[in-house]
Structure formats: structure tokens, C-alpha cells
């Protein structure tokens, strides 16, 4: 990767895209569009259609048909096994493409998208290739006159709504393990950031996945999305977002065929910083970077630093000097460590955000306000706010922007507490020497992942899910297959 090469990508016109159904590319079926905006300048960079609940429909029914005919899901693990492979090299080789025209879309700074995006979608899907075919059924232990096998299927159509922050990560992080299963997917991507998963959907075309085995259809989430969710047809639902989106998808479930639902959904991280810290320096170095990267549109960002008070100034000056040494600006420029904001929108709840907090107590040490307004684009300055109380809003809310809040602590008991005092559980750290104090964090703070002296950071082989009200399944790792398959049991009298 280097910067002419991005800068000739950069300039590409972008062609306006179309929905996937059964192999086929198809415009809405009244043939209304919607702009997408790019976040690096505010205008308007392709159009994508902005689906129907017919669409929907449409790409449901060519899943169910692909999946009832087994054109995928009766193919021998070894021939589903080398699709996914050249899929998962055809992402390679579209790297940097892929990731330009990602940033372009969604605001990423490029030096991590291409890593976080198409590298890791590739590394997923050859994760799950690999896997495939190393899969077995059981024979259960019963009395001779009967052998009672346990068949692993897969669960029939399965529905994939998608946020914008990372949209290959995660969309990989679904579609992996949901083909090679052998089910077949009806995806539906964000509405402002769903380009280069669109691309990355054609690709595995390309590799020779057979048509109307995954599908992509667009639009607005409370039409196309809701009408997925709703579906009689559609046997598993899963879906990376917001917490109030992930509600509305259980509802839909019990409403219509109660489908199984899997939701990833937000966070409101605790990094928990000790005096005892092995390295100071570098805990403030690393939860800089764990709040900021790609603007804090990640969802286990370090939101919430909790900082024990005899280190608590000194730590605070020492963030705030890294917050102000990443460079805001053009996503698509190597040197940028912060991109932009992914939507108007979003800006403007991240500021609404800095304000009630400064209306609650809380100080603004650094950043607070948009900037880079030139541009046209939505930038906003790493902000960090100290004086934020366990209960007030900043503490207990996910903001999904570039804001930390800072909360000092006095006893391990305290911090456990206010590490636990959200609705939320998806990510956490705790930054110490004493090794029974890492272990014993570990088991009382109440999130999916915590991590010991560094944040952020895994692979494919670990599993990323919340507990409380961060979610209810999990992603990546050999775990996640189980959302993608059902148990039957074949009672056989000998
Ligand atoms: P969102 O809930 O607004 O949208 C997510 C998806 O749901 C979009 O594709 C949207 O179109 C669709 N949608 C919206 N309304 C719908 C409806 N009524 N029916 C069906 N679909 C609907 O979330 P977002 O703003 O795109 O993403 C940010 C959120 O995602 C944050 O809360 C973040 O923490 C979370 N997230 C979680 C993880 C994780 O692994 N836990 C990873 C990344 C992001």
C-alpha cells in the first residue's frame, strides 16, 4: 500500500450499484435510489437503490430456493471449502481497491481499514474455509439395540443486517460461518457504508459461489431491514448494531416465525488504568488510541477510563498529549490517524453528547468541537472529558464517536463497581502489575472480552460477544458456527 496508489483509486468515479438477487444484479423494483454521501467531503459519491419490502421478498425467495435445491449446502465440504478459499483470495487481491472505496463510503482512516477490512474479511473467510471441512457429527452413547446419531445442519436462509463501521469485518464475521455451513444469506448493509461489502458479496460470485446463495439488497433499515426481520421465510437472524435496532429485531421474530436472533450490539468499555501499571506511558499511549481509532466508531472502544486517583492527573495529562498528537483529517492520506465521522448525523449526536456532559459537570480537557469545516467533510477533534460520574450520561451511554470520559477510582471494589454500573458488558481492561489483580478483574468485571495490560487487538480465532445488554451470541472463532447450524437427532432401531 502506498499513497499513489491510493491517490489514483481516490479519484475513480464510483458507479451507482445495484442489489444481488439470485446472482443477478437488479435496480429496486420501483427503481428508487438513494445518494450516498461521502464522509470525506459531504457530497455525493454513487447511488445505491433504495430497496422494497418486494426486493426483500424477492432475495428471501432465491435464498430459500438455492438452499431448498442444495446447490450449495449438498456440494462435498471439499468443493464448498475451495469457493471459500478463492473468495477469500479474490479479497486479497482487490485489497486496496476494496479499502479505498470503503474509506470513501464509511470515513476510516485507510491505514487501519485496509488491515481491519479487507484483511481481516479475507483472514475470516479463510478462517471458516478451513474449518469446514473438519466438522463432525456425534453418535451418542445409548444401549446397543439403537444408534442415536447427532447430525449437524445448517439452519436454512439466514438473515445478515450489517452496521457501517467496519462493514467487511463484520460482514465476514457473519457470512464465513453462515456458508460454510452451507446455508444460504440474504444481506442487507447499512445504508452509509455498504459499498465495498456489495463488492466483496460479487467477489464470492466470482469464486464460484452459485447464484441466489448469498444475496445483497439495500435500502433503508426500517423498510428492507424490518421486512427481512420479519419474514416467514428467513430461519436465522443475525445482526450487528445499535441496542434499540437489536430490540425492534426481537420483536419482529416474535411477531412473525420466532427466528432465531443474534445481536452484537454497543458497548461502554471500561479501561481501568492502576497505579501499578507495568508501563504508564504506554497504557496512555494504547487508551488514546483504543477511544480514537477510526474516530471511536468502534464498538469495543475504551470509552470510559477509569484511572486511580494518585495517578489520575498525571495519567490525564499524558492521554490528553496523545489525543492531541493523532492527526484528524483525510482518511485516505497514510499519515492520518483519525478519519472522519461516518454521517452528518452522527457528528452532531457525538457533539450533543460533549455538551450534555459539560451540562452534568464534566470538563472538556481537549478537543469538543467539529473542525476541518474546509472540507466539507465531518471531523470532529478527540475529545476528553474528566469529572464524569458513574451515573451521568456520558458514563452510561454509547456515544460510538471520538469522546472519553474519565472517572477516577480509589479501591479495586470501586472500580469493579463502576466498571459494572452500565447496561452494558462487551469490552473492557485493566492495566496492572500484580498478576492475582489482573485475574481477579477478569472475573468481576461483567463484559465478553477483557483484556490485560493492552487493548484491542484479536484475531479470528477468539470469540467477540457481549453480555447484558451488549448481546447474545457470539462472532469469530469455532463458536460462532453454532449460530449457523441446527442439531438433529437421528434415533435409529437396530
Ligand atoms: P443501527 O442499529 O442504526 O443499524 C444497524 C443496521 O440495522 C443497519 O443496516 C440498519 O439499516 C439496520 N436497521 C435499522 N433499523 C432497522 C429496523 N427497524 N429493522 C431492521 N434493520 C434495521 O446501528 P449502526 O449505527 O449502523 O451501528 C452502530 C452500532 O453498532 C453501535 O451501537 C455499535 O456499538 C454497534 N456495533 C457492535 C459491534 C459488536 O460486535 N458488538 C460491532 C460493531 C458495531
Known sequence: MDQNSIDALRAISVAPKLHLIDGKL???SDGAVMDILSP?????????????????????????????????AGQAPAARKKVMLKWAELIEANA????????????????????????????????YAEALDKIYGEVAPTSGDVLGMILKEPVGVVGAIIPWNFPMMIGAWKLGP????GNSVVLKPSETASLSLMRM????LEAGLPPGVLNTVTGRGDVVGEALALSMDVD?????????????????????????VYLELGGKSPNIIFADAPDLAEAAKVAAFGIFRNAGQVCVAGSRLLVERSIHDD?????????????????????????????????ARNLGFVETAQAEGGQVVTGGAQILHETGGYFMAPTVVTGVTPDSTLAQKEVFGPVLGVTPFGTDDEAVRIANATDYGLAGAVWTSDLSRAHRMVQRVRTGVMHVNTYGGADATVPLGGVRQSGNGHDKSLHAIEKYTNLKTAWIKL
Open 96 to 127: 486496496l481497491e476494496l479499502a479505498v472505496l470503503g474509506v470513501r463510503d464509511n470515513g476510516t482512516e485507510i491505514s487501519m481499514a485496509y488491515k481491519a477490512e479487507p484483511g481481516s474479511a479475507a483472514g475470516t473467510i479463510r478462517y
Open 236 to 260: 436465522a437472524l443475525v445482526f450487528t448494531g445499535s441496542g434499540g435496532t437489536g430490540r425492534r429485531l426481537m420483536e419482529y421474530s416474535a411477531r412473525s416465525n420466532m427466528k432465531r
Open 178 to 181: 453462515a456458508l460454510a455451513m
Open 315 to 347: 495519567f490525564v495529562a499524558e492521554v490528553t498529549m496523545n489525543a492531541e498528537a493523532m492527526r484528524v483529517g483525510d482518511p485516505l492520506d497514510l499519515g492520518t490517524a483519525i478519519g472522519a465521522i461516518n454521517s452528518e448525523d452522527q457528528l
Open 201 to 204: 458479496a460479487e467477489l464470492a
Open 26 to 28: 437488479t435496480p429496486a
Open 40 to 72: 470525506l467531503d459531504g457530497k455525493v459519491l454513487t447511488q445505491v437503490p433504495c430497496g422494497t419490502a418486494a426486493d426483500m421478498n424477492a432475495a428471501i425467495a432465491a435464498a430459500r430456493a438455492a438452499f431448498e435445491d442444495r446447490r450449495w
